[in-house]
């Protein structure tokens, strides 16, 4: 049965009425018709759908929209703006990683929150904190370089 839900999304709340277990991927795609996140898998397994709640790195593809009503989300379009990029944004940028782009949203925003708690972080610690993520067209070395790029510029 439907239930009414309020959602903190990029900074703004937004009513959705659904089911309590409906994942909170489809919300953001289907109700708020964001482009980001991705749905890749729906098994938690390849990260294209990840979003941060209340600053954590989140699979939305099987987060429940029920967990998160009263928590703010947040998709790569509200973790920097086209004025005032992140810094993961810029160094992606900076070091030509995307190619595709479909698997983007999960590393930037994987990333953006292990960054934000982790400074300075050694090459095995970047790869760690990023070994669930996928991405079909190879960039890896690009991205370890954008990410320690961004490391630099946010210690």
């Given at each position: 049965?439907?239930?009414?839900?309020?959602?903190?999304v990029n900074?703004?709340?937004?009513?959705?009425e659904?089911?309590?277990?409906?994942?909170?991927?489809y919300?953001?795609?289907?109700?708020?018709a964001?482009?980001?996140?991705?749905?890749?898998?729906?098994?938690?397994?390849?990260g294209?759908?990840?979003?941060?709640?209340?600053?954590?790195?989140t699979?939305?593809?099987?987060t429940p929209?029920?967990r998160?009503a009263?928590?703010?989300v947040?998709?790569?379009r509200?973790?920097g703006?086209p004025e005032?990029?992140?810094?993961l944004?810029?160094?992606?940028?900076?070091?030509?990683?995307?190619q595709?782009?479909?698997?983007?949203?999960?590393?930037?925003?994987?990333g953006?929150?292990?960054l934000?708690?982790?400074k300075?972080?050694t090459?095995?610690?970047?790869?760690?904190?990023?070994?669930?993520?996928?991405?079909?067209?190879g960039?890896?070395?690009?991205?370890?370089?954008?990410?320690?790029?961004?490391?630099?510029?946010?210690a």
């Amino acid at each position: 049965m439907a239930e009414k839900f309020t959602l903190r999304v990029n900074g703004a709340a937004h009513s959705i009425e659904a089911d309590p277990d409906m994942p909170l991927l489809y919300a953001l795609r289907d109700d708020l018709a964001l482009s980001n996140p991705h749905f890749g898998c729906g098994l938690s397994q390849c990260g294209a759908c990840t979003v941060h709640v209340d600053g954590v790195a989140t699979r939305s593809c099987v987060t429940p929209i029920s967990r998160v009503a009263g928590h703010e989300v947040t998709t790569i379009r509200g973790l920097g703006t086209p004025e005032t990029p992140h810094p993961l944004q810029t160094a992606y940028i900076e070091e030509q990683v995307p190619q595709c782009g479909y698997c983007l949203n999960g590393w930037i925003m994987t990333g953006a929150a292990f960054l934000k708690n982790k400074k300075n972080p050694t090459e095995d610690e970047i790869r760690e904190a990023l070994k669930d993520l996928k991405c079909r067209c190879g960039t890896h070395t690009a991205i370890i370089r954008a990410f320690k790029r961004a490391a630099e510029k946010m210690a």
